[in-house]
């Protein structure tokens, strides 16, 4: 019975991590291993956001191999830019 409930908490783990709270989005970020992301909506109006969506669209265009939106920058960026944005 232990083997299931450990089986069981690793599932519901797996099922919380893949979840994207309401008005949220999950994005891809890296230029070649790609993280995962969730970020609120509301960073879609944002300009400098929306100029890396332009870059995105370029690079993509509406063909997102990860599933979800990928971003194609690195970590580092992407954090700059989305700490700057939390704090605005």
């Known amino acids: 019975m232990a083997i299931h409930k450990i089986f069981r908490r ?6 919380r991590s893949t979840e994207v709270p309401k008005a949220h989005l999950a994005v891809y ?18 300009p400098l956001f929306q100029e890396l969506l332009c870059q ?8 997102h191999p990860m599933g979800g939106l990928t971003i194609p920058c690195s970590e580092d960026l992407f954090i700059d830019l989305t700490s700057h944005l939390s704090k605005t």
């Open 29 to 46: 970020v890296g230029e070649s291993e790609k993280k995962r992301f969730v970020i609120p909506l509301s960073y879609l109006n944002d």
């Open 56 to 63: 995105t669209e370029e690079e993509f265009g509406f063909h």
């Open 10 to 15: 690793s599932l519901s783990a797996e099922k």
